[in-house]
């Protein structure tokens, strides 16, 4: 694969072009071979992970996608179909956390990040963490513990009250899974139960709040309905996980894995700082950053301070 070309599906606009080493990043799931990294074997898939940027002409109706390759037979440009683009306004939720400052964790580029996992379920591929955010508390150095973080309540965040984003009627919840004193203890759980304890909220529209890794002793239940604000669960550590946070996304159905990860903004977060890399996480304190009007989806590994 020598060159992938992202244009508006209407115009014909170019809007992306990846090659060379930014091709090369871009590529995750099935590896490719060669040893460039852009070589794929015949019969063999990859997938290319894409963001593409928007500038002051709007957001087009819909996106094509080109391939040029090079193969034995010589060179050529794949049409490599379209897509339409989901033009519904965003919704905007409240914080789902009080205080902080929390730090908003993700890394898009990630192998393993929320942004790369894809699950297939009944036949169908989907990422729904595709714009998860794994919220974790700091102090003002930058620490994430308060001492060995050996036990799960070291974390600042353990026990944190979990806020409903908006009104809602709560769609799912799983109660099922203890928390052991030490991190070191946590058992090993299947995809299945990575979640841990969750719940997850019907915001309309076909629009689902998840909020997960959460403590036992849920305090709503499916067909409850919900107030923004209201508290209904405590930040905990079950399921997969290696530090108590809270993992918190949306997606397309009231269901962990067989879902399609969607966008959202938040509302009354104060960004305050941000961390260079997802590395430098609990290492120091972070870089300041000036605040960002309106409702937003915080940055990577962003720190913002919700109202108390």
């Known amino acids: 694969m020598d060159e992938l070309t992202v244009e508006d599906g209407a115009t014909g606009a170019p809007l992306l072009a990846l090659s060379g080493d930014r091709l090369a990043a871009a590529l995750g799931g099935v590896p490719s071979s060669g040893a460039d990294g852009l070589a794929i074997a015949p019969g063999a898939r990859t997938i ?81 963490g595709r714009f998860a955010i794994d919220w974790m508390k700091a102090d003002a150095q ?75 002793g849920l305090l709503v239940k499916p067909g409850d309905r919900v107030k923004r604000g209201q508290v209904i669960a405590r930040l905990g550590l079950t399921g997969q996980g290696t530090s108590p946070h809270l993992h918190f996304h949306v997606a397309s159905r009231p269901s962990p894995l067989a879902a399609e990860g969607l966008p959202f903004l938040i509302e009354g977060a104060e960004i305050i700082g941000r961390y260079a890399s997802i590395t430098d996480l609990g290492s120091g304190p972070w870089q300041p950053a000036g605040p960002v009007p309106g409702p937003s989806m915080p940055e990577a590994n962003s720190v913002v301070r919700f109202p108390d």
């Open 48 to 128: 290319v992970y894409l963001d593409v940027p928007l500038s002051g002409s709007g957001i087009p109706a819909s996106l094509a996608h080109k391939v040029a390759v090079t193969s034995k037979d010589g060179a050529a440009v794949i049409d490599a179909g379209r897509i339409e683009v989901d033009t519904r306004p965003l919704p905007i939720l409240s914080p789902p956390l009080r205080g902080g400052p929390w730090v908003a964790v993700y890394a898009p580029e990630m192998e393993r990040g929320h942004r790369r996992v894809v699950y297939a379920t009944a036949g169908q591929a989907t990422i729904p």
């Open 142 to 216: 930058g620490r994430l513990d308060r001492s060995d973080s050996k036990t799960l309540a070291d974390s600042l965040g353990y026990g944190a009250e979990v806020l409903a984003v908006a009104d809602a009627v709560v769609a799912a919840t799983r109660d099922e899974f203890t928390e052991p004193l030490l991190r070191a203890d946590l058992p090993r759980v299947s995809i299945g139960d990575a979640t841990g304890n969750f719940v997850a909220l019907d915001l309309g529209n076909g629009r689902f709040a998840f909020y997960e890794h959460l403590q036992p």
